[in-house]
């Protein structure tokens, strides 16, 4: 045999020795009442929003700080200034209205009577 043959055969027979059982896991239900998971497709809905608003949020946080790095990186540049303002502006301008779609969806859940 030669030397291929022998450490095809060694390298077979440590994947086998190394080889553990997979054994089944038993899944939860995300949807069941109770527990860590949501209480019904409502519940489902009102996390999917929450989530929704605050990624949202987070891109605006981070565009806001992104405006307040170009206006202190312009050296006095009133262009870089000036995108520098705006950025931060509309950043601000967003959080309102995810500010106000938020109060919307509550107030929305809360006439449909959803909790």
Do not use: H
Request: charged letters at 10%; hydrophobic letters at 55%.
């Amino acid at each position: 045999m030669n030397r291929k043959k022998i450490s095809l055969y060694l390298l077979c027979g440590l994947l086998v020795l190394g080889a553990t059982p997979v054994f089944a896991v038993q899944l939860d239900n995300p949807l069941a009442s109770g527990g860590v998971g949501v209480s019904g497709v409502t519940g489902l809905v009102n996390q999917l929003i929450k989530f929704v608003l605050g990624f949202t949020g987070l891109l605006a946080l981070l565009a806001f700080i992104y405006g307040g790095i170009l206006w202190m990186s312009s050296m006095g540049d009133p262009k870089k200034v000036e995108k520098g303002k705006q950025v931060m502006i509309w950043s601000v301008y967003g959080l309102a209205v995810i500010f106000a779609s938020y109060g919307i969806v509550l107030t929305l859940f809360e006439a449909l009577g959803i909790k």
